[in-house]
Antibody, heavy 118, light 107 residues
Framework: QLQLQESGPGLVKPSETLSLTCTVS??????????WGWIRQPPGKGLEWIGS???????YYNPSLKSRITISVDTSKSQFSLKLSSVTAADTAVYYC??????????WGQGTLVTVSS | ETVMTQSPGTLSVSPGERATLSCRAS??????LAWYQQKPGQAPRLLIY???TRATGIPARFSGGGSGTEFTLTISSLQYEDFALYYC??????????FGQGTKVEI
């Protein structure tokens, strides 16, 4: 059974870069059937798609965040990562990684809260 | 970008009652519409895909309908465990997989 787990710092200073990693287990990150995505949820608010990645390295980003995002994959470690630069308090959120099958988010990590504060 | 708009923002119902949630897309998404349920402190869970197909293990009291730009999620007889947040998501107009803003179903 596919499992995903986010990891990374829970506190990031304003203007710095947020870095998170998602470790995939119970399935292959090289699967041609899946995309891998990052979604965030600010406290008390809704879900926002950040970006997605195919195992080949092809990436797709939310246009509103595109200038600050880098999503990459390390197939040898069965991991994919998110970097979000120049963060502000507005980037405080629970960050989820998820597998995407035919566009559906079918398996989610538990989420990790990242707070942007000095 | 396809904008997804859900209504109402909050739906107050009693256990055993029927709840109907709406989702509207700013452009056609065909039947490529999914619904997710999120409980406090948990990740969302896939309920419905293809506008009307229940995901594995989802009770029959959940049903979805619609196509194009107008969609509904109906919970036929609310159970206590159904009080949660519900999000719609389009996956037709990729590579932008956008969510609605959510509907809270409360007692």
């Amino acid at each position: 059974q596919l499992q995903l787990q986010e990891s990374g710092p829970g506190l990031v200073k304003p203007s710095e870069t947020l870095s998170l990693t998602c470790t995939v287990s119970g399935g292959s990150i090289n699967s041609s059937s899946y995309y891998w995505g990052w979604i965030r949820q600010p406290p008390g608010k809704g879900l926002e798609w950040i970006g997605s990645l195919y195992y080949s390295g092809r990436t797709y980003y939310n246009p509103s965040l595109k200038s600050r995002i880098t999503i990459s994959v390390d197939t040898s470690k069965s991991q994919f990562s998110l970097k979000l630069s120049s963060v502000t308090a507005a980037d405080t959120a629970v960050y989820y990684c998820a597998s995407m099958f035919r566009g559906l988010y079918d398996c989610w990590g538990q989420g990790t809260l990242v707070t942007v504060s000095s | 970008e396809t904008v997804m708009t859900q209504s109402p923002g909050t739906l107050s119902v009693s256990p055993g009652e029927r709840a109907t949630l709406s989702c509207r897309a700013s452009q056609s998404v065909s039947s490529n519409l999914a619904w997710y349920q999120q409980k406090p402190g948990q990740a969302p869970r896939l309920l419905i895909y293809g506008a009307s197909t229940r995901a594995t293990g989802i009770p029959a009291r959940f049903s979805g309908g619609g196509s194009g730009t107008e969609f509904t999620l109906t919970i036929s007889s609310l159970q206590y465990e159904d009080f949660a947040l519900y999000y719609c998501q389009q996956y037709n107009n990729w590579p932008s997989w956008t969510f609605g803003q959510g509907t809270k179903v409360e007692i």
